[in-house]
């Protein structure tokens, strides 16, 4: 069983940057991804992570902007937030598997734990 624990959102302006950290409790994660949800809006894929942290899908809209890496002695996954823009506003989702995702990694239902979510807010 994981549980995790986010922190990093807040409050910023168009162009800032934000950090998200997730750090999971008892075995080391497997995958981890990132998933957003604007008002209104189905939840999105925004990044995902191998165990080795090579594999690292980004959705479109963020390639080049975020970056995604982990820490598998800290058992914990960050994802950078640069140049942000005003549509990043949503609240953001950490989500762990011990499965080994490979195609299916950008998709919410492949994830067995999710964190409670932390708003980032960007204004313009």
């Known amino acids: 069983q994981v549980q995790l624990r986010e922190s990093g959102g807040g409050l910023v302006q168009a162009g800032d940057s934000l950090r998200l950290s997730c750090a999971a409790s008892?075995?080391?994660?497997?995958?981890y991804g990132w998933f957003r949800q604007a008002p209104g809006k189905e939840r999105e894929f925004v990044a995902g992570a191998s165990w080795s942290g090579l594999k690292t899908p980004y959705a479109d809209s963020v390639k080049g902007r975020f970056t995604i890496s982990r820490d598998n002695v800290k058992n914990t996954v960050y994802l950078q937030m640069n140049s942000l823009k005003p549509e990043d506003t949503a609240v953001y989702y950490c989500?762990?598997?011990?499965?080994?995702?490979?195609?299916?990694?950008?998709?919410?239902?492949?994830?067995?734990?999710w964190g409670q979510g932390t708003q980032v807010t960007v204004s313009s």
């Open positions: 008892g075995r080391t994660v497997t995958t």
């Open positions: 989500a762990a598997t011990y499965k080994n995702l490979d195609y299916s990694i950008g998709e919410a239902s492949s994830y067995d734990y």
